[in-house]
């Protein structure tokens, strides 16, 4: 079956950094998204990774190793604001997105 | 800016009635999709449409149906309203390549009593 883990919960201070894991097993590989949804709201797309590698966009980076099937999304200079869930989802051969729990990051001053 | 409506935030309806749950974007995009988001679990998809009038079923179609008839509406209908489909739906769309990233409405908390 197609499977998407990550962290139920975390929990980190202002100012720091952050990574959020998330490890995949699917039927096929098209890329992987990051995505923030805040509670109450929308998802809203963060990065997508179809190469291995680190891609970096601000304070945010995310990371993919396609033979370990596993990615990070990585938050620098945490502020407040970024307390929210983060998804990963993985694009399978069908092009369709599985998609993982979320992680809940808990920001604390 | 992509802008995803979603009819309605909030929706109370009673078991055994027909709902209708409407979205539309403005961005002229190909492809809609209906998922349903509960606790502890992914977003699981409902229904998904790459063109007017053509829909594909996802993962948990049952007791749901859909209808696009035109490029920037997609309705998600339930036939007959169960106590378990008690959830957060949200709507998303993209452009038509597989690399585009879904744009997702505010969501519709729908309660069934």
């Known amino acids: 079956g197609q499977n998407i883990d990550q962290p139920t919960e975390m929990t980190a201070t202002e100012g720091a950094i952050v990574q959020i894991n998330c490890t995949y097993q699917?039927?096929?590989?098209?890329?992987l998204f990051w995505y923030q949804q805040h509670a109450g709201e929308a998802p809203t797309f963060l990065s997508y990774?179809?190469l291995d590698g680190l891609e970096e966009k601000g304070r945010f980076s995310s990371f993919l190793s396609r033979s370990k099937g596993y990615s990070y999304l990585l938050l620098k200079e945490l502020q407040m604001k970024d307390s929210a869930s983060y998804l990963c989802?993985?694009?399978?051969?069908?092009?369709?997105?599985?998609w993982g729990a979320g992680t809940k990051l808990i920001i604390k001053p | 800016d992509v802008k995803v409506t979603q009819s309605s935030r909030y929706l109370v309806k009673r078991t055994g009635e027909k709902v209708f749950l409407e979205c539309v974007q403005d961005?002229?995009?190909?492809?809609m999709f209906w998922y349903r988001q509960d606790p502890g679990l992914g977003l699981r998809l409902i229904y998904f449409?790459?063109?007017?009038?053509?829909?594909e079923k996802g993962d948990i179609p049952e007791g749901y149906s859909v209808s696009r008839e035109k490029k920037e509406r997609f309705s998600l209908i339930l036939e007959s309203a169960s106590t378990n489909q008690t959830s957060m739906y949200l709507c998303?769309?993209?452009?038509?390549?597989?690399?585009?990233?879904?744009?997702f409405g505010d969501g519709t908390r729908l309660s069934i009593l």
């Open positions: 998303a769309s993209s452009l038509g390549q597989e690399y585009q990233p879904q744009h």
């Open positions: 961005m002229d995009h190909e492809n």
């Open positions: 449409s790459y063109d007017v009038k053509m829909k």
């Open positions: 699917t039927s096929g590989f098209n890329g």
């Open positions: 990774n179809v």
């Open positions: 989802a993985v694009m399978d051969s069908n092009y369709q997105l599985i």
